[in-house]
């Protein structure tokens, strides 16, 4: 799994005031630029709103991208969403899979060699590492962990890694080199002046060269 697993993981951040046509349109962008994973975070916003922009955005997805929700398995169930992802401080994994059963997706977040250890013994479909390097999209940051973190989750798991925390397109080669199978971004490509234009950026740092910008095997 991890040799098809989407090497960028892009992630949307909603806001209550944000208009859900333009998060809809971003992931548009991303997805015609060839990103297949995408990640709904809406940290600030109530549920039933979550709810509605994760149909709408559900409903409008390319059927070449994957749409994850983040933290609301029960979301992801009502959405039809392609997974969830979760926290430490989320339900836990096996409680997830009990609402989003496979074929869909449950990823979780770790930030230290014990959570990856028993992340691994999970269901897990994924496991997200990080931060990697300090980052501005979380009010209370766990503090960052570096490329060694991504380095002995490769000797630990076999399970796709995805590295995530202050990660650019540019800097995306050397966690790669580290271990990781995917990037997740977030400031790099949603403040980036073309997001799409930033996305296709990404094929010419991949450790893939084969993959061409990100036409890739799909998971």
């Known amino acids: 799994m991890a040799q098809l697993f989407p090497p960028l993981y892009a992630i949307l951040d909603a806001t209550p005031t944000q208009p859900t046509d333009s998060l809809v349109s971003l992931a548009q962008k991303l997805a015609t630029a060839g990103v297949q994973l995408i990640q ?7 549920a039933r709103q979550f709810q509605e922009i994760a149909t709408a955005l559900l409903a409008a997805a390319p059927k070449n991208a994957r749409i994850i929700i983040n933290d609301r398995p029960d979301i992801a169930s009502i959405a039809h969403a392609a997974g969830v992802h979760v926290g430490q401080e989320d339900l836990p994994v096996e409680a997830a899979r009990q609402i989003c059963p496979t074929p869909q997706w449950v990823g979780i977040s770790t930030h ?49 890694i995805v590295a995530i925390g202050g990660i650019t397109i540019v800097s995306a080669a050397e966690v790669f080199q580290a271990g990781a199978d995917s990037v997740a971004i977030i400031s790099d490509l949603i403040n980036a002046p073309d997001p799409s234009q930033r996305a296709r950026g990404r094929g010419r740092q991949s450790r893939r060269p084969s993959a061409g910008a990100l036409r890739i095997a799909s998971a």
Request: glycine share 4%; hydrophobic share 40%.
């Open 40 to 46: 709904l975070r809406a940290k600030h916003v109530p």
């Open 112 to 160: 230290n060699l014990e959570q990856l250890e028993a992340a691994d013994r999970t269901s897990a479909d994924y496991i997200a590492v990080g931060p990697i390097y300090p980052t501005t999209t979380k009010l209370n940051p766990d503090p960052v962990v570096g490329l060694d973190l991504i380095r002995a989750a490769r000797r630990v798991t076999r399970k796709p």
